[in-house]
Every structure is written in structure tokens, then in C-alpha cells.
């Protein structure tokens, strides 16, 4: 996700073609930056998901700064660790725009199956509704997807301006591919870039097996 945000934020869309994930040129230059990141970062964080590099954060001094990770607005909260993580957007582009941050997160639906859609759609509504995202759901730990939410003053003071300051990085982010076999390549790409972190394939090899991934899961 790191590289799929890097090569975004240059202006090039991953997974925009039939073929290759991004031209062999994109493809280099964000691998050789997530290169020179490793080398300054953590020595652990190449073990790390977001959640335990937050974890080690709030707890400890040893990190200063991370660019890229997905956001928990519960470590912007007081209370929740010993220390606050402050959050921001994405680092910007040569034209000054924060783009390329994925978006995600998990959501709400109402099964094909279900014996009650009418009162399983309703809840749905309701748990989505502007006054329940920026009240009880946010209160209750959550964190909303309405954008009401985001721009709540309320909602703001209670986590460090967490969602006003990464507000710009959600309006100009990198939405996800949604075909069938995403999910396939997604789980099996942090894999192969993984081995490029670690010195076990050089950038060529890894974007071979990046493309080769790619055009197998067209497939599925």
C-alpha cells in the first residue's frame, strides 16, 4: 500500500492498465524511495502493521515520525496511550497536494440472504446517519466514515484535530481497485515487496512478480 500510495502521489495510478501495475520507470523510483526509507526507519518496523508501530509510539520515545500508515483516530485521544500520536496528512506532492493515501476501511452492508433486509437496512441507515457517526459511534471508540463527523468541531477536540488534519489526504486519496481478484493481490503483493525491503529480490525482479501477480488475478 506504501508503494501504491508513492507511485499515486507522483501522479501515476497503480492498477490503472490491463498489463503492468505502473510503468517500470514509477515502479523503480517508488521502490527506490520505500529503499531509502528502510534505511532510515525502525529497525523492528519491517515486522510491524500499523497498529504495533502506533503501539510502540504512544509508549515509548523511539519514534519521532512515520510518512505512510493507515490512520487510528483513537491514538490521537487522550487517555488511550501514555503518549498522543498526532496525525497529519500524507507527505505532498511536487505541485503541493496531499495525494495518494489509500482508502479503505471496513463497512456496512445488508446480506442477500437475510430473513429481515427491510430492518437490517434500516439499522444500516442509522448507524451511518450523520448524528450517530459524529455522536454515540465515535464516543463508543469508533472511528466514522460521515464526513459530518470529520468536520465536527466536537469530534475534532476530542482527538487532537485528527480528522480535520487528514481530511485533504481522504478528498485526494487512492481508492482501492475493486474487481474480483484485489483482494488476492493485495494479500500476496505486501509479500513480494516485502522481499524487496528485505535484499532477497533487486526492484526489476520485484516489479516482474508485481506485474505477473496482477495479470493472474485479472483471471479469477
Known amino acids: 500500500m506504501a508503494f501504491c500510495s508513492i507511485c499515486a502521489s507522483y501522479g501515476e495510478e497503480p492498477y490503472a492498465g490491463d498489463d503492468v501495475v505502473v510503468s517500470r520507470a514509477m ?23 500499523p497498529i504495533r508501530c502506533y503501539d510502540r509510539m504512544s509508549t515509548s520515545d523511539e519514534i519521532a515520525y512515520v510518512p505512510l500508515a493507515f490512520g487510528y483516530s483513537n491514538y490521537a485521544r487522550a487517555g488511550f496511550r501514555p503518549n498522543l500520536v498526532k496525525f497529519t496528512n500524507v507527505p505532498r506532492a511536487a505541485d503541493g497536494v496531499a495525494r495518494g493515501g489509500i482508502l479503505g476501511g471496513v463497512g456496512t452492508t445488508v446480506s442477500a440472504l437475510s430473513k429481515q433486509p427491510e430492518a437490517a437496512l434500516a439499522y444500516a441507515q442509522y448507524i451511518a446517519s450523520a448524528e450517530v457517526q459524529s455522536g454515540v459511534f465515535f464516543q463508543g471508540g469508533g472511528q466514522p466514515g460521515h464526513r459530518a463527523a470529520w468536520l465536527s ?38 509479500l513480494i515487496s516485502h522481499t524487496f525491503l528485505t535484499g532477497e529480490r533487486t526492484a526489476d525482479e520485484t516489479l516482474d512478480a508485481l506485474d505477473d501477480l496482477y495479470r493472474g488475478s485479472r483471471r479469477l
Open 27 to 49: 515502479g523503480r523510483h517508488a521502490l527506490g524511495l520505500l529503499g531509502r526509507l528502510r534505511d532510515a526507519i525502525h529497525p523492528e518496523s519491517l515486522t510491524w502493521n
Open 153 to 190: 468541531p466536537e469530534v475534532n477536540a476530542a482527538s487532537s484535530n485528527f480528522f480535520l488534519d487528514t481530511l485533504e489526504t481522504l478528498d485526494n486519496g487512492f481508492l482501492r481497485p475493486r474487481y474480483n481478484g484485489f483482494i488476492h493481490v493485495q494479500d500476496n503483493s505486501f
